[in-house]
């Protein structure tokens, strides 16, 4: 651990009381979520599928291929037994202080809801709602992982059932990318962690921010580090819990 950059995490997060965190794909990976844009997840597609992650995960494979979209999506990109980690809990923790406004994520797994984080904007949706395309009903993941080896059908219609999650070749919720835009444009620190900030619209999104203090939490170097006031090289797990303090 470099003390010196945790001790200014630590002194930046102290100081204000209106703080946004931005976060990807490397907050769920603590959690034993894999990234399905890793190497792994693509070579973990590929062998298994056939396909790109990525084709298996845009609206016309969905449209076209219903029975292996959900194939893949019901059995690689759900983690029923996932629990928050360091990350989630030190997020949910600031919120309650009244310290962090909100939480934005790219992830689709509700683990910063089940860490306890209220206010939370979910980019790409949640694995956790999904919705009969017919008439509109409402399924948890329960109903979806009793069919992990067929198509999900609606109970009421018989309506395709589908995650509330936003494929490749679909538009992002509007309402949800204007609320991100104004929390990011009216905090005062923002921190970004885990993700390389190329997904759209990650990067877009960033360059609304005009506070104080912008910081960024990756393992990885990315485009906006000349733009950050503070890099921390570390889990962001171990980051912000030694941050926030237990
Ligand atoms: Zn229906």
Do not use: W
Not at 126 to 133: A, I, K
Not at 163 to 170: A, R
Request: charged share 20%.
């Amino acid at each position: 651990m470099k003390m010196n950059e945790l001790e200014q995490l630590r002194q930046i997060i102290g100081e204000s009381t209106n703080i946004v965190f931005f976060g990807g794909a490397g907050v769920s990976t603590e959690s034993n979520i894999p990234d399905f844009r890793s190497e792994s997840g693509l070579f973990n597609a590929q062998s298994k599928y056939g396909f790109r992650p990525e084709t298996m995960l845009s609206h016309s494979f969905f449209i076209n291929h219903p029975q292996q979209f959900f194939e893949y999506h019901l059995n690689e990109m759900i983690f029923p037994d996932a629990q928050p980690n360091s990350a989630h809990i030190a997020l949910a923790k600031l919120e309650q202080q009244r310290k962090l406004r909100a939480v934005i994520t790219q992830n689709i797994d509700g683990l910063h809801q089940l860490a306890g984080s209220r206010k939370v904007l979910e980019l790409h949706g949640s694995v956790l709602r999904n919705y009969c395309l017919n008439c509109g009903a409402k399924y948890g993941i329960d109903f979806m992982l009793k069919h992990r080896q067929d198509i999900p059908h609606c109970l009421d219609c018989g309506g395709i059932v589908r995650p509330d999650v936003v494929l490749y070749e679909e538009g992002l919720d509007s309402r949800v990318v204007d609320a991100a835009e104004r929390y990011i444009s009216n905090a005062d620190v923002l921190i970004v962690g885990g993700t390389s900030l190329v997904v759209y619209p990650a990067a877009g999104l960033i360059n609304y921010f005009r506070g104080r203090k912008l910081v960024l939490i990756n393992k990885s170097v990315t485009d906006y580090d000349r733009k950050a006031d503070l890099i921390v090289r570390d889990s962001i797990g171990a980051a912000l819990k030694y941050a926030v303090g237990e």
